[in-house]
């Protein structure tokens, strides 16, 4: 009984038309094939003869005509393999450019010329492409340190920024780089900012209380400073209860100018933020606007004392409508997008843990956070660029530059 080949009919089949269709001898490809070159010759004459005796009895131009069909089969199997593989290289858009990389991978095996046609795709095409790989790889090259530099500038932001802060970054650090581009690779490279889930609802009216002007209609433009505030009141999850941030903002340079936490509602909590940005602002704060919502708070007659006592004036937008506030709620939003679920946290775990990283964010948020309305400078370093009139306290805008560091 004779012993079973190893090599299977699949296997005979292609190693009889890679000799055929290579025009090489039997001893070459046995050799790259790792086999006996005798075994290969007789896999060629046996497939011969098949053919021969396929083709007896049949005239001239039959035979003839039966061959050109093979010859086209052989072909057809080919283009066939050609797609199959082809395929793993146009799981995203099926582009151009993922033809012309297939054709550049394969085309010793199948040819540059039968992969053009079958993939559809000029040679004059495919041979400009090629001739630009040098340039193509130098810019992989550099796009591998800009992301370098990404993944450094987003790692400092605790995870949280996006690409047009990140350019800033970049353009900061020497780099010429468009937003574009940066979000290009920031895309590619699965790094991406943060977005904050709707949370816990901290403004409850007071329906009796007298009725506060809104004396800003929604304009939160930045500019001029220590003329327009703005607050409000936040939860933070500690442990297995809460605390609560109230904010005082200025409009001018997006800088938070007081703050106050405590484990309560009451309008002490609001009080305390507000007194402490008058004393951060040197106690000139006169005919300041302080705007805020119409929670109980804001709206009862000690928090208006206060601001009387200040002569600050007092606004407020209307109940339910968060865009009459929209820069104190944003603010919030940040914080929380950024210090809290930027590091994988759901609440902090202690009233002390919370009040030191609240007190470094918001020193980081005053002096290295980038702000789109003033002209990607942190609320600092603009303020630094204004000229201050020290008998009002307030300041002009003069222009801007870039923010040294990132």
């Known amino acids: 009984m004779a012993r079973p080949s190893k090599y299977g009919d699949e296997f005979k089949k292609d190693a009889v038309r890679l000799v055929r269709e290579s025009h090489r001898t039997c001893a070459d490809v046995a050799r790259e094939l790792g086999m006996n070159r005798e075994t290969l010759r007789v896999w060629v004459r046996e497939a011969e003869q098949a053919e021969s005796d396929t083709g007896a009895g049949l005239a001239r131009s039959e035979r003839e005509e039966l061959a050109r069909l093979r010859k086209r089969v052989a072909e057809l199997e080919i283009e066939k393999e050609i797609l199959r593989k082809a395929a793993a290289y146009f799981e995203g858009d099926g582009s151009l450019i993922g033809r012309l990389q297939f054709i550049s991978a394969h085309r010793l095996v199948y040819g540059v010329k039968r992969l053009c046609r079958v993939l559809n ?10 001739g630009r790989e040098p340039a193509r790889a130098a810019r992989a090259v550099e796009d591998e340190r800009v992301v370098e530099k990404i993944r450094r500038f987003h790692a400092a932001s605790g995870g949280t920024n996006g690409s047009p802060r990140i350019t800033a970054d970049l353009r900061d650090d020497g780099e010429r780089v468009n937003a574009k581009r940066v979000a290009r690779l920031m895309r590619v490279n699965g790094i991406v900012g943060l977005h904050l889930r709707k949370g ?47 904010t005082v903002i200025d409009i001018g340079s997006r800088r938070l100018v007081g703050w106050s936490i405590a484990d309560h509602l009451r309008t002490e909590l609001i009080s305390d933020a507000l007194t402490a940005a008058v004393g951060a602002r040197g106690g000139r704060v006169d005919r300041v606007i302080f705007h805020g919502d119409r929670g109980c708070q804001y709206t009862s007659a000690e928090f208006a004392r206060l601001c009387d006592g200040y002569r600050i004036r007092r606004s407020a937008g209307r109940t339910g409508t968060c865009l009459d506030n929209a820069l104190a709620e944003a603010f919030n939003a940040t914080l929380k997008r950024e ?37 990607n400078l942190p609320p600092a370093v603009y303020e630094d660029q204004l000229p201050i009139d020290l008998a009002s306290g307030s300041c002009e805008p003069v222009g801007l530059h870039s923010c040294p560091g990132g």
């Open 121 to 130: 795709v000029h040679r004059s095409a495919f041979y400009a492409w090629l």
């Open 339 to 375: 210090l809290l679920h930027g590091r994988g946290k759901r609440r902090w775990s202690s009233e002390a843990e919370a009040r030191t990283e609240i007190f470094r964010w918001i020193a980081w948020y005053n002096h290295r956070r980038r702000h789109s309305a003033t002209g």
């Open 200 to 246: 816990r609802r901290t403004t409850i009216p007071d329906e009796l209380a007298p009725p506060v002007p809104d004396l800003l209609k929604r304009d939160f433009a930045a500019g001029e400073v220590n003329r327009r505030w703005c607050g409000d009141i936040t939860y933070l999850p500690v442990g297995d209860s809460w605390l609560y941030l109230a």
